[in-house]
């Protein structure tokens, strides 16, 4: 059974940066498509950034194209998602999730916990 715990996330002053970091344990991360989610207050959770398994397909949603870089680290077991010029619309908790592919992430079996990312000057 795959388990996902995030971390990285935290408090940064708006046009700073964070890495987030997806760590795997239970099974090998690299079978599976890779994505991260952030839901801010009162909104739905969105889908911002997906690696596929082979790494041949990257995603991005327009908003973070171009500030975020989604990658992964298979000798570690690991997806991070590297965030600069942060602004404070970026505010949000951030999920990882896992399944066969990016096209069927949003309903992944694999989620972790998420964690509060907050820019804020």
């Known amino acids: 059974q795959l388990q996902l715990v995030e971390s990285g996330g935290g408090l940064v002053q708006p046009g700073g940066s964070l890495r987030l970091s997806c760590a795997a344990s239970?099974?090998?991360?690299?079978?599976?498509?890779t994505g991260w989610f952030r839901q801010a207050p009162g909104k739905e959770r969105d889908g911002i950034s997906c690696i596929s398994s082979a790494e041949v397909v990257t995603y991005y949603t327009d908003s973070v194209k171009g500030r975020f870089t989604i990658s992964r680290d298979n000798a570690k077991n690991t997806v991070y998602l590297q965030m600069n010029s942060l602004k404070p619309e970026d505010t949000a908790v951030y999920y990882c999730?896992?399944?066969?592919?990016?096209?069927?992430?949003?309903?992944?079996?694999?989620w972790g916990q998420g964690t509060q990312v907050t820019v804020s000057s």
């Open positions: 999730a896992a399944e066969k592919s990016c096209g069927v992430l949003p309903g992944a079996r694999y």
């Open positions: 239970g099974s090998t991360l690299e079978h599976y498509a």
